[in-house]
């Protein structure tokens, strides 16, 4: 039996820091000023607004990454900077779970975002408070699936041409590489009982609509595609469908 090992929320959840830097999620007044909700960033752009972040945080995520990569369509930026900011949420969301054994409010009103900035910098949480107090994967499934990537999956499908079975495919993906992630950090450090509780956490949240299926569970490879291989010099990824990049039209 495996003794499982929390420890109680503080107010800059510094627990998540012994994880690695993209589990770490900022708390209180970001140095910029205040940011968008991802909330916010998930809502229709308002016709009248300031160019820029503000206006509508996804497209300008999406430009900076395309600039970034040399991105040839807006569709693979898409994927990319969908897929980042999946696995960000995920490795707050379940490093909590794994960690404090609770979740604080992740919820996209609070949650702020800012889309020109990288891991850890780039979500910030005003105050740290207690989540919701059902089991931990029911917890999970309604902060991170329901508050987070539905919504954050139907506003990059409306904006970008891309599929919504491809950006669940990232989810999937996403979560699976977060499970290893903590599995490495507690294999290096004796907690069995965090590598046990991730596995059991996600094997539940697979089971869940839009997750369900994303990954074979023989191979964990994925049964979409990132579209990574389309970028200059792009590649497959480890749990890409394909065994070979097809060839591009």
Not at 120 to 136: A, C, F, I, N, T
Not at 148 to 165: D, G, K, M, N, Y
Request: aromatic share 6%; hydrophobic share 40%.
């Amino acid at each position: 039996m495996v003794l499982l090992t929390f420890v109680d929320l503080d107010p800059e959840l510094a627990a998540l820091r012994a994880l690695g830097g993209f589990f770490v999620l900022r708390t209180g007044l970001p140095p910029r000023g205040p940011l968008p909700t991802l909330a916010q960033a998930y809502a229709p752009p308002p016709p009248q607004a300031s160019p820029g972040v503000y206006r509508d945080p996804l497209t300008f995520r999406v430009r900076k990454v395309a600039r970034g990569l040399r991105a040839p369509e807006s569709r693979v930026a898409a994927s990319i900077a969908h897929q980042g900011l999946a696995a960000r949420i995920w490795s707050v969301a379940l490093g909590c779970a794994v960690l404090y054994g609770q979740l604080p409010d992740l919820g996209p009103r609070v949650l702020h975002w800012d889309p020109d900035a990288a891991a850890p910098d780039d979500l910030w949480l005003s105050e740290v408070r207690p989540g919701p107090s059902d089991p931990l994967e029911s917890s999970l499934d309604a902060v991170v699936r329901e508050g987070h990537l539905i919504p954050l999956t139907t506003a990059l499908a409306s904006r970008q041409r891309v599929s919504e079975r491809l950006l669940w495919g990232n989810a999937g993906s996403a979560l699976a590489a977060t499970v290893r992630m903590v599995e490495r950090w507690a294999s290096a450090g004796g907690r069995p009982d965090a590598a046990e509780r991730a596995g059991a956490l996600a094997a539940g949240l697979f089971a869940r609509p839009g997750l369900s299926g994303t990954l074979d569970p023989a191979t964990g490879r994925r049964r979409s595609c990132c579209l990574y291989y389309r970028l200059p010099g792009g590649g497959l990824c480890g749990d890409c469908c394909f065994d070979h990049p097809p060839n591009r039209k």
